[in-house]
């Protein structure tokens, strides 16, 4: 037997996590998604554990994420997400609660949960899903749909290869919640087994959640929006200042253009983060409405075309205002870069006139030093003359046969010419030094 990788049994135990629930008709159910962060997300765990507690019941491990638990009157499915927690009850519906849901007045599954414990969820309520799945043999499914649905924006189809009909209006009620209903055929070919119930009511939830987490990015899109028309009519000014820009007004047009893009680079990273979420929780909602396998039912609209309308738009928006982020930026480094290869060029044409006249003031100097050069040389060589006129008195009466002024003036060229070799030596080594360092 090979060594196994450490991560191996959590990586293959990851495709049975969260498996649908095998389901029955008729069944009531309620869906609660709280939106949470680090702090409400702990909450949530010790919340759960002070209703299992008063069962005698606790959590398996502190580490636990996703808890399935009978709780006698109904069953509870405990989901812990990264932004959210989603909390579902469920429990068997009656035969009077099928003739009060014929009537309009349906029963959500959640009522049996403990009130006080339930109002206090911790988090904020993103959605509330009640849905009621019942045989299609044991209820008018038309005369249900008018009592609890919306005529105006009722949705109907069949799903899960016509076994079923799903209904729903997406409308919010007093409670804050939607209504779903799933009529379940109980005869072949549509006769639907409790696990392709519960795999369709897995889906119809996790639509509806994952709906609501998609749209959480639009409400930023919309913000950067109005802030990214301002900002692209502020690039569009620099741009044409840059154009006409004096040499004065450089450093003031780069500082906006700096000031523009950091404010435009903050907006990015405290969007991105929602943008691609937004973009993952829709590919959910699309490949959950694609499972389903939906076909309209005559005169009706399907849940996909409902969806289609208002949320592919809103995806649109969030998508089109991180691309806008994007081509933004990319204009702000392109003027940036034109601003800044003007500015290079102009110092080059300084630096350029600088040396030019650097050089000019060399060849100044260097003449001026030829000319001292050459006074040094008189200066020298009349010093040098002076004290060969004191030796050529004094050896005069010691016997020399010439007269001083006699041997100074033979002296005087060999005096000049060895002086001025003597110092083009030495300005010769100082060069050579300079210029081998």
Not at 32 to 58: N, P
Request: glycine share 6%; net charge neutral; with cysteine.
């Amino acid at each position: 037997m090979p060594a196994a990788h450490p991560l191996r049994a959590t990586l293959h135990q990851e495709v049975h996590a969260r498996p649908p629930e095998s389901l029955e008709a008729p069944l009531a159910i309620s869906h609660i998604v709280m939106w949470v962060d680090a702090a409400t997300r702990a909450q949530s765990r010790a919340h759960l554990q002070s209703l299992l507690e008063a069962t005698g019941r606790k959590l398996p491990e502190d580490t636990t994420s996703f808890l399935r638990i009978d709780l006698g009157e109904f069953r509870l499915r405990w989901e812990q997400h990264t932004e959210f927690v989603a909390w579902t009850f469920m429990r068997p519906m009656r035969a009077d609660e099928l003739l009060t849901l014929s009537q309009g007045a349906p029963q959500p599954a959640a009522t049996l949960a403990p009130s006080a414990w339930r109002q206090d969820l911790p988090g904020q309520c993103l959605t509330q899903v009640d849905l009621w799945a019942v045989p299609r043999a044991e209820v008018d499914g038309a005369a249900v749909v008018r009592q609890i649905f919306d005529a105006s924006t009722v949705t109907g189809s069949t799903v899960i290869s016509n076994s079923c009909d799903l209904h729903t209006d997406m409308q919010m009620r007093g409670d804050g919640s939607i209504r779903m209903l799933v009529l379940v055929g109980e005869s072949a070919p549509g006769k639907v087994s409790p696990r392709r119930l519960g795999r369709l009511v897995q889906r119809l939830l996790d639509i509806e959640t994952y709906r609501m987490a998609a749209l959480m990015g639009l409400p930023a899109a919309r913000e950067s929006g109005a802030w990214l028309a301002e900002g692209e009519a502020e690039l569009a000014a620099l741009a044409q200042a840059v154009r006409q820009a004096a040499r004065e007004d450089e450093a003031e047009l780069l500082d906006s253009l700096t000031r523009l893009a950091a404010e435009l680079e903050g907006r990015y990273a405290a969007t991105h983060t929602r943008f691609s979420a937004s973009a993952a929780y829709f590919n959910l909602v699309e490949q959950r409405l694609a499972d389903i396998a939906e076909t309209r039912i005559l005169g009706m609209q399907s849940l996909h075309d409902f969806m289609q309308r208002r949320l592919a738009p809103a995806m649109a928006t969030c998508s089109s205002a991180e691309q806008r982020q994007a081509a933004l930026s990319q204009r702000i480094e392109r003027v940036s870069g034109l601003l800044r290869t003007r500015v290079e060029v102009e110092q080059q044409q300084s630096s350029r006139e600088l040396l030019a006249t650097m050089n000019r003031r060399q060849d100044l100097q260097l003449k001026l030093q030829s000319t001292v050069e050459g006074l040094s040389v008189a200066a020298i060589s009349y010093y040098v003359l002076g004290l060969l006129g004191y030796l050529a008195k004094g050896a005069q009466k010691l016997g020399w046969p010439f007269t001083p002024e006699a041997t100074i003036a033979v002296a005087v060229p060999v005096v000049v010419l060895v002086v001025w070799w003597s110092l083009r030596s030495v300005h010769h080594s100082i060069v050579g030094r300079d210029d081998n360092p």
